[in-house]
């Protein structure tokens, strides 16, 4: 979204908004949460701040849409919360209410929503939310041919050390256009956040017992790089999934990044998590220790992940290494990739 300072700016990108409102259906759910309170907190806001760069997602979104995408959010709402009932409708739409400093909310239920609505369309055989023995459930059980397979949604937003450089790239682009964009070059960050991401799936708490995967079925997280500073293809991410599906065998790359490879390994970040998370478990001292083996084995039930940059499909990867009853095949990998390359 354009940054400025600029107050008669933004009053009409307000006035824009509330014309492009105006065309929505009059009880929809856009409109219903951009009350006349939203307005006017966004008007004091305009006339009263100094720094203008961060807004309420829904404004942001509003103001960049075209009347097709606004409908088809809307569309998609309906048709989620038509299946999921309207007892989780709040739950569902808790995205779009999200605040200024909430874009993760926003970017998460807004790829949540739209994953779901396009399977939605496709009229295929799923189910939403499925529990698990745990206590954890998993966001989608989809019936692939024979086989069903298990989707996991989630989104990978910026952190302060993103945001900072896609700032300081801002800057420098201000006064040289052709500034190099160095998006995704703290390798040690990248990698790091990318397994605390994924281990959020397979071990919550680095505890083993609550996964969201199943023991015996392929399961599939659905990553969205989502806002401005996020770069899917960075060399980080590509290095952390590949010490996620080596099995844990991999060694560092002798002509990789050597200062910051052994930094960035999956064993050393595990060190870490357990590390930290010890603090929080005085009374049960030897927990870590004795489900260190099981953490180091948690990622062979991920069957793979699909990268995606906001919502455009970007890329698969396999896990080779997963165990048995949780690998993929090539082609029901291809298969959900036709399956969620049209999301829009």
């Given amino acids: 979204m354009?940054?400025?300072?600029?107050?008669?700016?933004?009053?009409?990108?307000?006035?824009?908004?509330?014309?492009?409102?105006?065309?929505?259906?009059?009880?929809?759910?856009?409109?219903?949460?951009?009350?006349k309170q939203f307005f006017e907190t966004l008007v004091h806001r305009i006339n009263n701040s100094e720094e203008l760069r961060y807004w309420p997602p829904l404004f942001s979104f509003l103001v960049e849409a075209t009347d097709n995408e606004l409908k088809t959010l809307e569309d998609d709402l309906d048709l989620v919360i038509q299946?999921?009932?309207?007892?989780?409708?709040?739950?569902?739409?808790?995205?779009?209410?999200?605040?200024?400093?909430?874009s993760r909310t926003w970017y998460s239920g807004l790829f949540d929503i739209k994953v779901r609505a396009t399977l939605i369309r496709k009229r295929l055989t799923f189910k939403f939310d499925v529990p698990l023995a745990n206590g954890r459930n998993t966001d989608i059980r989809l019936q692939l041919g024979d086989r069903h397979v298990r989707l996991e949604n989630t989104v990978f937003t910026e952190d302060d050390k993103s945001r900072e450089r896609w700032d300081r790239c801002l800057d420098r682009k201000k006064s040289n256009p052709d500034a190099i964009d160095d998006r995704g070059l703290d390798m040690p960050n990248d990698t790091?956040?990318?397994?605390?991401?994924?281990?959020?799936?397979?071990?919550?708490?680095?505890?083993?017992?609550?996964?969201?995967?199943?023991?015996d079925e392929p399961n599939v997280i659905l990553l969205s790089f989502a806002g401005s500073s996020m770069c899917?293809?960075?060399?980080g991410y590509g290095w952390a999934l590949d010490e996620l599906f080596s099995g844990c065998r991999r060694e560092p790359e002798t002509d990789g990044p050597k200062p910051s490879s052994r930094e960035s390994s999956l064993k050393s970040w595990i060190d870490f998590a357990l590390n930290d998370a010890a603090k929080n478990k005085k009374d049960q001292p030897d927990y870590y220790k004795n489900n260190y083996n099981d953490l180091l084995r948690a990622p062979r039930c991920l069957s793979g992940v699909i990268?995606?940059?906001?919502?455009?499909?970007?890329?698969?990867?396999?896990?080779?290494n997963a165990r048995?009853?949780?690998?993929?095949?090539h082609a029901e990998m291809a298969e959900l990739e036709r399956l969620l390359g049209d999301m829009h």
Avoid: H
């Fill in 232 to 235: 899917p293809k960075a060399f």
């Fill in 307 to 320: 990268l995606f940059d906001d919502l455009k499909l970007v890329t698969a990867r396999i896990n080779y």
């Fill in 83 to 102: 299946i999921r009932g309207s007892t989780s409708e709040r739950t569902l739409t808790q995205f779009i209410r999200a605040e200024i400093r909430g």
């Fill in 324 to 329: 048995n009853k949780c690998s993929i095949t």
């Fill in 192 to 215: 790091r956040r990318l397994y605390a991401k994924v281990f959020d799936k397979l071990a919550k708490d680095m505890d083993p017992s609550k996964s969201q995967c199943a023991n």
């Fill in 2 to 35: 354009t940054t400025t300072n600029d107050k008669a700016f933004w009053m009409e990108q307000v006035a824009k908004a509330r014309q492009k409102l105006e065309r929505l259906p009059a009880n929809g759910r856009i409109r219903t949460a951009m009350d």
